[in-house]
């Protein structure tokens, strides 16, 4: 089983619609978790932490579910400027070594 | 905003001659990891290093892979001999426990990678 799961999608949506990704992770032991975008061949860059009591950030929403171990984002009112790679980061047990899910390709279309 | 630096951001080679890639993380920052991004995948872990010494290499393959930080600075990451598996996007990122810009202290900050292939 892999550490951190993702479905790799595609997610194909029209602008203005609502998308939500999940992803799961393996470690019980992990505290600290991220959603980091990536667009095509360039680098990850963080899109936001994610936090016990859930976090907002603009359209973007990101919840954690500890008993159940999975994390989520909720991008709200799509733009074409959202159409990227949403990678899912976990930090490995109680260290400070992040893994990375491989990523939920997200298509936002006119 | 300061950044981190990569070069070459692309490199083509034959399998195994030596290549090699620089970094140069966000100043002030103390760690510097090197991953490898193979397509279709998430970046992995090679290497960490805190200052100059190394803090992980569990995944680095050290019988063709090399890194080194000498002065706690800029960082090179060696493939000698390089093979075809090796063709992948390797990526350098930088963190500090001190950020000062207010993000928690795991914040990585990847710098644009050096995308490799080998012929």
């Known amino acids: 089983r892999k550490e951190v799961e993702q479905d790799p999608g595609p997610f194909n949506v029209p602008e203005g619609a609502t998308v939500a990704f999940n992803c799961t992770y393996s470690n019980s032991a992990s505290q600290s978790f991220f959603w980091y975008r990536q667009d095509c061949r360039k680098e990850p860059k963080l899109l936001m932490s994610v936090y016990s009591s859930g976090n907002e950030d603009g359209r973007f929403t990101a919840q954690l579910n500890r008993a159940s171990q999975y994390i989520s984002l909720l991008i709200r009112d799509s733009k074409l400027s959202d159409s990227a790679t949403y990678l899912c980061?976990?930090?490995?047990?109680?260290?400070?070594?992040?893994?990375f899910g491989s990523g939920t390709r997200l298509l936002v279309r006119p | 905003e300061a950044e981190v630096a990569q070069s070459p951001r692309y490199k083509i080679t034959e399998k195994s001659q030596a290549v090699a890639f620089w970094c140069d993380p966000i100043s002030g920052h103390a760690t510097l990891y090197w991953y490898r991004q193979i397509l279709g995948q998430g970046p992995e872990l090679l290497v960490q290093?805190?200052?100059?010494?190394?803090?992980?290499d569990s995944q680095l393959p050290k019988d063709r892979f090399s890194a080194e930080r000498l002065k706690g600075v800029d960082s090179t990451l060696k493939i000698q001999p390089a093979e075809l598996g090796d063709s992948a996007m390797y990526l350098c990122a930088s963190s500090s426990p001190a950020d000062s810009r207010g993000k928690y202290q795991e914040t990585q900050y990847f710098g644009p990678g050096t995308r490799l292939l080998v012929l």
């Open positions: 290093f805190q200052d100059e010494s190394v803090v992980d």
């Open positions: 980061v976990v930090n490995k047990g109680s260290s400070y070594k992040l893994i």
